[in-house]
Each structure stands twice: as C-alpha cells, then as structure tokens.
C-alpha cells in the first residue's frame, strides 16, 4: 500500500458553547470579542489522522500529515493546535479578517495544495458549524476527479490502497469501499479528539508553519452568493395547559398525534 500523505483542512470558527448573536447591521453574526477555536468536526479529522499513524492501520504507514486552513490572521492559533494534536506541520492562506470564502473557492484552493503536497488522502470535516454548508469535501473530489466517502464513523485500510469507510445514513449505516486517493469527510461518532498537552503545545511552535496568499495560488475570492439578510429565529411559544389526563388525550388526538 502506499504511503499516506495526509491533507487535513481545519477552520477557524466561533466557538461551539457560545451562542451566536446577528450582529445589527443583520448581515451576519457578531464576530467581535466572541471566542474562537476548531471547528469540530475538524477537531475529529485531525484526530483520526494522528490515530491512522499512532495505530498502524494503513499498511503503508503514514508520512505526511499537513494542516491547512484559509482564514484571518488568528487562524494561526488553530494550525498551533492541530500540530500540537499530532499534525506535522502547517500551511495558513491568509486573508482579511471579517473576510469568508465560500465553498467552492475553498475546493479549488484545498485542489490546488493537495497538487503541491502530493496528497494522496484528505480528511476534513463534513461541514462547519458556522455556515453549515456540507459542500467542501464534495466539491474538492468532483474537482480532482477522487472517489468520495463522506459522514465517515469508522475508517479502516485494505491492501492494494483499499480503503473502507462506514458512514452514516438515515436508518443506519452503509460501507463503502474505494482506492486511494480519496476524500474522507468525518461525522461526530468517528471518534473523540484529545487534548492538546502543554508539552506537544510547545513543539509545535518549533514545528513547520508556511504563509500563502490566494494570489500564491492564483485565486481570487470570487463572491457567487449575496447575503440579504441575517435575522434571529422568533421565539418559542409556550404549550397550552391541560386540566387532566383526559384533557391531554383529547388535544393529542386533536393535533392528530393519537
């Protein structure tokens, strides 16, 4: 089997126990002074690539794992931690704080570095959870022209660069099987990330962080989509009351629940 070079996309978002607040322009959510980390379905991909070294489950071993992220200038922080979890090194495009990329701009850059790095594997998050769009990984296989296997919960490695991947679905699970390379997009019951130790955080400031721009790539930030208008949910109403047991079944047969 051949040698895994791993390609690991990790985002920089809000933090997942903060609740968003739309900020009063309603063009998005307040960014400002709100604490950030990885988003964590990331967190689980770089876990799993670390494990896939740690456990000797590709027969090939592993010889690269390489974090990469697009984002402000803090984005550094979370490229810190995914080295500090076991990453090699890094690799951090760089663009304007408040600035987003949309999915598809991000496919065609995650293509371009998996060209320079000689990816032959790439692990990332299904989705994150401040846009929740699920198209990333989709979109960088159908740009590589690499068979895909998303929502993976279980992930393991056959001989001649087989790979099985156990994802889940409405109902319960299904098992698919490609060859390297490929995609994987990691779902919440893969696995649980550890905790970076005070020792690996001090590695990895030692370790490899490279700076790039778009241009570097030969991308712009191409904007497709225009955001009209961002708005709180409307708040919940109470439930009505009922006197007794009766009460509650004539509602529920009422609301057709009975």
């Known amino acids: 089997m051949s040698a895994l070079r791993i390609l690991v996309p990790v985002k920089r978002v809000i933090d997942y126990a903060v609740k968003p607040r739309v900020n009063k322009a ?58 500090a979890m076991g990453a090699d090194r890094g690799i951090h495009v760089e663009i304007k704080e408040g600035e987003e990329l949309e999915p598809l701009t991000v496919a065609k850059l995650l293509k371009k570095s998996v060209e320079e790095q000689k ?25 590589l022209n690499w068979p895909q296997a998303t929502q993976a919960s279980k992930i393991e490695f056959g001989p001649d660069d087989a790979v099985t991947v156990t994802k889940e679905i409405d109902g319960g699970v299904e098992t698919v099987r490609a060859k390297l390379p490929m995609v994987i997009t990691t779902d919440l019951r ?58 509650l079944i004539g509602k529920l047969k009422e609301l057709g629940a009975l």
């Open 26 to 83: 309603q063009t998005g959510v307040e960014t400002a002074g709100v604490k950030h980390s990885m988003n964590p379905f990331d967190d689980l991909s770089v876990e799993e690539s670390v494990r896939i070294r740690e456990k000797k489950h590709a027969p090939g071993g592993v010889e690269d794992i390489c974090a990469f992220s697009a984002g402000p200038p803090k984005a550094q922080e979370i490229l810190r931690t995914a080295m």
């Open 119 to 143: 990816s032959n594997l790439v692990i990332l998050g299904k989705q994150s959870i401040d846009d929740d769009a699920g198209q990333t990984g989709q979109m960088l296989a159908g740009l």
């Open 190 to 247: 893969l696995n649980t990330p550890r905790y970076a130790t005070l020792p690996n955080i001090m590695k990895a400031k030692k370790k490899k962080l490279d700076k790039k721009t778009l241009e570097d790539y030969g991308l712009t930030n191409e904007k497709r989509l225009k955001v009209l208008k961002v708005t709180e949910p409307p708040q919940r109403q109470g439930g009505g009351k009922v006197e007794d047991v009766d009460g």
